[in-house]
């Protein structure tokens, strides 16, 4: 069986990881247009904005020159992870949502997150 070469990432968009991420905001934005309305500026808005933060933090390290100032971007993306995690178990204890699927795909973008930070630091 022959190992599959893939070409480097030009972008972002490139980057399973970016692609996993953005599909979680997706997901996010849609688990959300059903919390109640007196939430539009307190949970809705800081789930909404943690999870974009991910996504928007992987994008901006891509570009970063250095490895330190790329593992600081992806760092700050796995900070926001938390923070979602966090939020996804309170929409849960708040019965706003049964954040089930939401939360296996944070699973997957923090590991994935992770892989991608460990690699960036380990390249020459």
Do not use: W
């Not at 933090?57 to 100032?69: L, P, Q």
């Not at 973008?109 to 460990?118: D, G, I």
């Amino acid at each position: 069986m022959a190992t599959q070469i893939r070409a480097p990432a030009r972008s972002f968009e490139d980057l399973v990881v970016g692609q996993k991420a953005h599909q979680f905001v997706l997901q996010v934005y849609a688990m959300t247009e059903k919390f109640p309305r007196n939430e539009m500026f307190g949970l809705t808005s800081q789930l909404r904005r943690a999870a974009v933060s991910i996504a928007a933090n992987i994008a901006e390290g891509f570009k970063k020159s250095g490895k330190a100032d790329k593992a600081r971007f992806f760092n700050i993306a796995q900070g926001s992870s938390e923070e979602c995690r966090y939020f996804l178990i309170l929409s849960r204890d708040l019965k706003y949502a049964d954040p089930t699927v939401e939360a296996a795909q944070l699973e997957e973008v923090c590991r994935l997150l992770e892989a991608y930070r460990a690699a960036v630091m380990r390249s020459k």
